[in-house]
């Protein structure tokens, strides 16, 4: 069982950075890949971005067009998503996930998920 917490979203202008931060207890985070979702009112939640377990291999959205990096630090239980050159359409609530396997595209595929975070981007 891993329990999952993000921070770090809030209200931000076009063009600005922003870090989201996602800790995990419960269970060995090291063991979990991890993954980025957003999701907007009445749309799916979409892929941005994974991270495997020992932090080898990354993915990302294509629609994050290289803005966005995906990060972990195992030590501190924390998956990051550092986000730059922000546009209002990446308004959502972004939402971080765990799974046991291999890391994912696939929303189905994660077990475990946090409450999620807001980013609203104002242009």
């Known amino acids: 069982q891993v329990h999952l917490v993000e921070s770090g979203g809030r209200l931000v202008q076009a063009g600005d950075s922003l870090r989201l931060s996602c800790t995990a207890s419960?269970?060995?985070?090291?063991?979990?890949?991890m993954g980025w979702f957003r999701q907007t009112p009445g749309e799916d939640r979409l892929f941005v971005a994974a991270?495997?377990?020992?932090?080898?291999?990354?993915y990302y959205a294509d629609s994050i067009e290289g803005r966005f990096t995906i990060s972990r630090d195992n030590a501190k239980n924390t998956v990051y998503l550092q986000m730059n050159s922000l546009k209002p359409e990446d308004t959502a609530v972004y939402y971080c996930?765990?799974?046991?396997?291999?890391?994912?595209?696939?929303?189905?595929?994660?077990?475990?998920w946090g409450q999620g975070t807001q980013v609203t981007v104002s242009s």
């Open positions: 996930a765990a799974r046991l396997d291999g890391l994912s595209w696939e929303r189905t595929f994660y077990d475990y």
């Open positions: 419960g269970s060995t985070f090291s063991q979990y890949a």
């Open positions: 991270i495997s377990a020992r932090n080898t291999r990354t």
